[in-house]
Each structure stands twice: as structure tokens, then as C-alpha cells.
């Protein structure tokens, strides 16, 4: 396998060969030949919204991005806000959510469905109100079950349990036979 060289290359380095070898056919040759330097490219038109502005219309304009800006997106994360809503429009959903839990709440406490702990009625209204603002399928799925289990009773099994007297039994028995 071959190494690569190390040290001084051999042979004449590229471009060598056409070099002046004194300075004065150096000089000669620049004085003869002047190259020009190559032209500056054309400059784009400028495009956006700051395009046909002055600074002043542009301080302005940057101004009220930053404005708009300001509060909706702060470093921390929200749990549970989705990423295309602002601050503003979840704080907005949640107010909503909250109306919603309240007025489902007192339905609940006029239909008499509420646990007596008032723990469990605070925890109940939470879960109601995340089940309005849940994005997820699996969220509501959850979050319902959880509701429908502390109000709702399950259905009881139908269990026909007859007590019979044995003068039922001897009678039936001779109405077989008949």
C-alpha cells in the first residue's frame, strides 16, 4: 500500500514554467498586461416587506414584529399547549375549557353525581377541563373513562336467583310425569 509523500514534493511546482525570472521581466510583463479586477456582480433588487421602505419605515415596521412577538413565546414549555397556538390563543382555549368544566360541573352537582370530597370534585372539574382542551384521541379516550368511572355506576349483573320450595319442585315433578 502506498504512503503518502512527506517532505518537499519533487518535480516543478504547477505554473512555474511560464514565470518571469527576474524581477524586472516581473515588472515588465505587470506594466505590459495590466489585468482589470473582474466586475462586481449586479446587485439584486431588494425583495419582502422591507424592500421599498426608508429606515425609518423599516425601524418602524421591525419594531412591531417584535411587538407582536413579545410574550408568545417564552423559553419555558407549556405542557399540553400545542406548538401552532401563541400563548394568547391557548390562554384563550383554556378560558373556554374552564367555562365549559364549570357549567358541566354544576349540571353534574344538580343531577347529584358528584362525590362528597370536595378533593375529588376539584379533581373532576381538572379532568373535564383537559378533556376539552385534549388534542389527542387517546387523551379523550382516557380522560372520559376517568370521568364516566367516579360519576357513573357500572351496570350490575342480572342475577335471578329464585328461591323454590320443595312443594314447587315435588308439584312440578308430578306434572311431568302426567
Known amino acids: 500500500m ?3 509523500p512527506t517532505g518537499r ?6 505554473g512555474v514554467k511560464n514565470k518571469p525570472k527576474t524581477i524586472e521581466q516581473f515588472v ?11 466586475p462586481a456582480p449586479p446587485k439584486k433588487a431588494a425583495r419582502g ?5 426608508t429606515p425609518e419605515e423599516r425601524k418602524a415596521y421591525s419594531q412591531k ?6 410574550g408568545n413565546h417564552p423559553n419555558t414549555n407549556i405542557p399540553g399547549k400545542p406548538r401552532h397556538l401563541t400563548h394568547a390563543q391557548w390562554a384563550a382555549v383554556q378560558a373556554e ?32 377541563t ?22 357513573k355506576a357500572k351496570p350490575a349483573q342480572k342475577i335471578e336467583a329464585t328461591v323454590r320450595s320443595a312443594e314447587d319442585i315435588l308439584d312440578e315433578m308430578a306434572a311431568d310425569e302426567e
Open 65 to 70: 414584529l417584535v411587538a407582536a412577538r413579545k
Open 97 to 128: 375549557a374552564r367555562r365549559d368544566a364549570k357549567r358541566i360541573i354544576q349540571k353534574m352537582k344538580d343531577a347529584g353525581q358528584l362525590p362528597d370530597d370536595p378533593r375529588a370534585v376539584e379533581a373532576l372539574e381538572k379532568a373535564v
Open 28 to 38: 515588465v510583463e505587470h506594466i505590459r498586461s495590466p489585468i482589470a479586477p473582474p
Open 9 to 14: 514534493p519533487r518535480g516543478r511546482p504547477p
Open 2 to 4: 502506498p504512503t503518502k
Open 130 to 151: 383537559t378533556l376539552r382542551t385534549a388534542e389527542t384521541p387517546k387523551d379523550v379516550a382516557a380522560l372520559g373513562r376517568l370521568i364516566l368511572d367516579f360519576t
Open 49 to 53: 416587506p422591507w424592500a421599498n421602505m
